[in-house]
């Protein structure tokens, strides 16, 4: 696999991040090729990895074994016109975007052209990502697209597209839940008195040390949160009033609108509703997950 040449369109954060695991993991920087319509994009990734890279979309269509599309939702479209007809007949087209199912791609494509799915998320860029695969092709397409994001952390299969929409929900959206509880987190650790730099080294090594709990301790998260609350403890008063203030109630309404959201996303891009931009909350950056 190390020699396969792969393609991405679109060099934002999210191929940056991909690009980065394949040459971690011992890729060949001369068989990766990026496609932008940023100039300096372009230069800064080839600086920085070495990889070949291009203006032209259709240009590296035709080079690749495997293609990612990494551009927003609202630009695939044009992307989707500027490669269709040049993609060769063995080469994966592996999309990453939130929302664009496998018929809108194909409505683009064509029937014959190999699809996946992907929904990765943005701890991809540190290499501890969570991507979510949707193969609507052969065997050898699957391995393609696994080897492309084991690069950059875990991969999990779902056999319906469907799940996608929860994925999104749980993993694609999730990092910004963990940030916002470590938002609020330090901000109280100011509020009551503990110097910012400290309260920063204090919730950021507390979420890393639970999420390796998590992982390595082999105890699911209820069984690790009963073994740290005592009875009558500070623990046991913190998580009472978590549950007085009705927090669980609030994950599960912003992971249902989350989902709700993204099925939203999948209309076609004409019946749309209209959403107004927020001035604050996660979903400022349209077309992200
Ligand atoms: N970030 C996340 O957490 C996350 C998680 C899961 C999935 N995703 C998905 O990943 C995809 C990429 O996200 P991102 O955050 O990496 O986006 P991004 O940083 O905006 O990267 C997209 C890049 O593509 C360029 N581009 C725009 N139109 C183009 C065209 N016609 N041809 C070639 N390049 C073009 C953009 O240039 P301009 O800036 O000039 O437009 C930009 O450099 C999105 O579809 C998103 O849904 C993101």
Redesign the pocket.
Known sequence: MQNLKISF???????EALLAGLVRAGHAPGQLMV????VE?LDELKQAYGVCVTQN?AEAAMEADALLL????Q?MD??LK?IAGKIGKGTTVIS???GIGIKHLREGLGDEVCLVRV????PCLVGAGMSVLFCDAGKDHCARAEYILDSSGKTAWVDDEDMLHAVTAIS?SGPAYFFLLAELMQATAHALGLPKELSGVLVTQTALGAGRMLVESGKTAEELRQQVTSSGGTTQAALEAMFEGNMPDAVRAAITAAAKRSKAMALPLTHKPCHRTLAHGPDQGA???
Do not use: E, Y
């Open positions: 369109i679109g060099g934002g954060n999210m191929a496609a932008d319509v940023r994009r979309n990494a551009v927003k939702p630009q044009v992307v500027s990453i975007a939130a929904m990765p998320n943005t694609g077309g992200h997950s």
